[in-house]
C-alpha cells in the first residue's frame, strides 16, 4: 500500500471512529441521575435509613443521589418537588411518597415536567388511584410504585402482644393503647387495617384508645404518661414504629411498671434501639425490612435503564416484610449490626444479573445470602 493511501485510510478510520462515538450509543457512559424528596429528617429515624440504603445501593449501580429532606413537613415536600421539576438540570428519575396524601399532586407535578417518577413505600390511595388511574397511563412519567405489605405487619404486631397468652383458658382481658403513625399515610391506614383484623381474631386483645402521634416518640411518650397517670389499665401497646415503641416504653418504666412483663410492647421499622429492646425482652418484635426500599428502588431504577423494565412483572411492586424477634435479633445483628450496606451485593436482587427470576426477592434470607465480604466484628 503506497503512503498516500495509507494517509487515507488512517483519516478515514479516524473519522469512522467519531461517527460511532457520535451515533453509537454507549451504556453506562455515565451515571444516571437521581432525586429523592424524602418526608423524614437528614439525621434520624426510619428516612435516614432508607436513605443510607438507598446511597449505598446507588453507589454500587452507578446513580447519582441527591437527597432533599421535608422535616415531616407536608408543604416543605410539595416545595421542593416544584423547585425540583422547574430546574434546567431536571434529573433522570424522581423518588416520592405519599406522605399526607400529597403523592398525586407531586406526581402530576412531575409528570408535566416530563420527570420519570418512582413512587416509594406510600403509593397513591385507591381513591387516588380511582382519579389518575395506574402508572404510565394518564400519567405516563410514573414509572410505578414500591410498597410493604403494610397490613399484615400491622396484624403481626398485635397477634405478637397476646401469643404469649392461653387463648382456651379464658385469659383476663388485655388493655390495649394504640399509638397511630397519623391518619392519612396510606402506610399508616394499612399497618390499623391489619391491627382491626387482629383485634376481631383476637378478641382477649381490648382497645382502650386509639391515638395519632405522627410517628413522633416525644408525643408517644406523652400520650402513654398521661395514660398511665389517669390511672387506666395498660397491659400492652401497639405502636406504629419503633420510635413510638420506644417512647412508650420511656413512660412505662417512669411508672414503675416493666416492659416487657407489666407491658407488652411491640413495633416497627427493625431501629438498632429497638432491636435490642427485643433481645432484652422489653419489646416482643419489631416488624420491618421496609428499611431497605431506598436500595431496591435503585435495583428498580437500574433494571429499567438495563432494558429489563420491572413492568414486566408489574409496574406496582410489593414486598413482605418480616418480624426480627427473640429467636432471629442475634443473627441479623450478627451480619447487620454495624449498618454496613456497602457490603451488601445489590446486583443480586436486579432482574438484569438473575435473567431466571420471575419476581424480586426483596426479603430477609435474600439479603443473608448477598452479602458480598465479611462483616468487621
Same mark, same amino acid.
Given at each position: 500500500?503506497?503512503?498516500?493511501?495509507?494517509?487515507?485510510?488512517?483519516?478515514?478510520?479516524?473519522?469512522?471512529?467519531?461517527?460511532?462515538?457520535?451515533?453509537?450509543?454507549?451504556?453506562?457512559?455515565?451515571?444516571?441521575?437521581?432525586?429523592?424528596?424524602?418526608?423524614?429528617?437528614?439525621?434520624?429515624?426510619?428516612?435516614?435509613?432508607?436513605?443510607?440504603?438507598?446511597?449505598?445501593?446507588?453507589?454500587?449501580?452507578?446513580?447519582?443521589?441527591?437527597?432533599?429532606?421535608?422535616?415531616?413537613?407536608?408543604?416543605?415536600?410539595?416545595?421542593?418537588?416544584?423547585?425540583?421539576?422547574?430546574?434546567?438540570?431536571?434529573?433522570?428519575?424522581?423518588?416520592?411518597?405519599?406522605?399526607?396524601?400529597?403523592?398525586?399532586?407531586?406526581?402530576?407535578?412531575?409528570?408535566?415536567?416530563?420527570?420519570?417518577?418512582?413512587?416509594?413505600?406510600?403509593?397513591?390511595?385507591?381513591?387516588?388511584?380511582?382519579?389518575?388511574?395506574?402508572?404510565?397511563?394518564?400519567?405516563?412519567?410514573?414509572?410505578?410504585?414500591?410498597?410493604?405489605?403494610?397490613?399484615?405487619?400491622?396484624?403481626?404486631?398485635?397477634?405478637?402482644?397476646?401469643?404469649?397468652?392461653?387463648?382456651?383458658?379464658?385469659?383476663?382481658?388485655?388493655?390495649?393503647?394504640?399509638? *397511630?403513625?397519623?391518619?392519612?399515610?396510606?402506610?399508616? #391506614?394499612?399497618?390499623?387495617?391489619?391491627?382491626?383484623? !387482629?383485634?376481631? %381474631? @383476637? /378478641?382477649?386483645?381490648?382497645?382502650?384508645?386509639?391515638?395519632?402521634?405522627?410517628?413522633?416518640?416525644?408525643?408517644?411518650?406523652?400520650?402513654?404518661?398521661?395514660?398511665?397517670?389517669?390511672?387506666?389499665?395498660?397491659?400492652?401497646?401497639?405502636?406504629?414504629?419503633?420510635?413510638?415503641?420506644?417512647?412508650?416504653?420511656?413512660?412505662?418504666?417512669?411508672?414503675?411498671?416493666?416492659?416487657?412483663?407489666?407491658?407488652?410492647?411491640?413495633?416497627?421499622?427493625?431501629?438498632?434501639?429497638?432491636?435490642?429492646?427485643?433481645?432484652?425482652?422489653?419489646?416482643?418484635?419489631?416488624?420491618?425490612?421496609?428499611?431497605?426500599?431506598?436500595?431496591? *428502588?435503585?435495583?428498580?431504577?437500574?433494571?429499567?435503564? #438495563?432494558?429489563?423494565?420491572?413492568?414486566?412483572?408489574? !409496574?406496582?411492586? %410489593? @414486598? /413482605?416484610?418480616?418480624?426480627?424477634?427473640?429467636?432471629?435479633?442475634?443473627?441479623?445483628?450478627?451480619?447487620?449490626?454495624?449498618?454496613?450496606?456497602?457490603?451488601?451485593?445489590?446486583?443480586?436482587?436486579?432482574?438484569?444479573?438473575?435473567?431466571?427470576?420471575?419476581?424480586?426477592?426483596?426479603?430477609?434470607?435474600?439479603?443473608?445470602?448477598?452479602?458480598?465480604?465479611?462483616?468487621?466484628?
Amino acid at each position: 500500500m503506497s503512503l498516500i493511501a495509507s494517509q487515507v485510510m488512517n483519516v478515514f478510520k479516524c473519522q469512522l471512529v467519531f461517527l460511532l462515538l457520535i451515533f453509537v450509543p454507549t451504556v453506562n457512559a455515565t451515571s444516571h441521575t437521581v432525586v429523592f424528596i424524602s418526608p423524614g429528617h437528614a439525621d434520624q429515624g426510619f428516612w435516614q435509613a432508607v436513605t443510607d440504603t438507598m446511597s449505598a445501593a446507588a453507589e454500587q449501580l452507578d446513580f447519582e443521589l441527591e437527597v432533599h429532606y421535608a422535616d415531616r413537613e407536608w408543604a416543605k415536600m410539595v416545595r421542593i418537588t416544584e423547585l425540583v421539576v422547574a430546574r434546567t438540570d431536571k434529573p433522570d428519575f424522581l423518588i416520592l411518597v405519599n406522605e399526607y396524601q400529597q403523592g398525586a399532586r407531586l406526581l402530576a407535578l412531575a409528570d408535566k415536567a416530563g420527570v420519570p417518577t418512582l413512587m416509594l413505600l406510600n403509593s397513591l390511595t385507591p381513591e387516588q388511584h380511582n382519579i389518575y388511574g395506574a402508572p404510565r397511563g394518564q400519567l405516563k412519567n410514573w414509572l410505578g410504585s414500591l410498597t410493604p405489605n403494610n397490613e399484615i405487619a400491622g396484624y403481626e404486631i398485635a397477634q405478637s402482644l397476646v401469643r404469649h397468652v392461653n387463648q382456651e383458658n379464658n385469659p383476663p382481658p388485655i388493655a390495649l393503647l394504640t399509638l *397511630a403513625g397519623d391518619n392519612k399515610t396510606p402506610a399508616s #391506614q394499612a399497618r390499623l387495617r391489619g391491627l382491626d383484623r !387482629a383485634l376481631n %381474631d @383476637f /378478641p382477649v386483645l381490648k382497645e382502650q384508645r386509639r391515638v395519632s402521634v405522627n410517628w413522633s416518640g416525644d408525643e408517644a411518650y406523652k400520650r402513654t404518661r398521661l395514660w398511665l397517670q389517669s390511672g387506666q389499665p395498660l397491659g400492652a401497646v401497639w405502636a406504629a414504629n419503633d420510635a413510638v415503641a420506644l417512647g412508650a416504653i420511656k413512660a412505662i418504666r417512669e411508672a414503675g411498671l416493666k416492659p416487657g412483663i407489666d407491658v407488652k410492647v411491640a413495633g416497627l421499622n427493625w431501629s438498632q434501639d429497638a432491636i435490642e429492646h427485643v433481645i432484652d425482652g422489653e419489646m416482643t418484635l419489631t416488624h420491618g425490612g421496609h428499611i431497605f426500599a431506598g436500595a431496591w *428502588a435503585i435495583v428498580m431504577l437500574y433494571d429499567y435503564v #438495563q432494558g429489563h423494565d420491572f413492568n414486566s412483572i408489574s !409496574a406496582e411492586v %410489593d @414486598f /413482605p416484610m418480616t418480624a426480627i424477634n427473640q429467636a432471629n435479633a442475634p443473627d441479623y445483628l450478627k451480619h447487620f449490626g454495624r449498618q454496613q450496606w456497602s457490603h451488601i451485593d445489590f446486583k443480586n436482587f436486579s432482574l438484569t444479573h438473575s435473567k431466571k427470576l420471575t419476581g424480586y426477592q426483596f426479603t430477609l434470607p435474600k439479603l443473608f445470602q448477598s452479602l458480598r465480604e465479611p462483616i468487621q466484628k
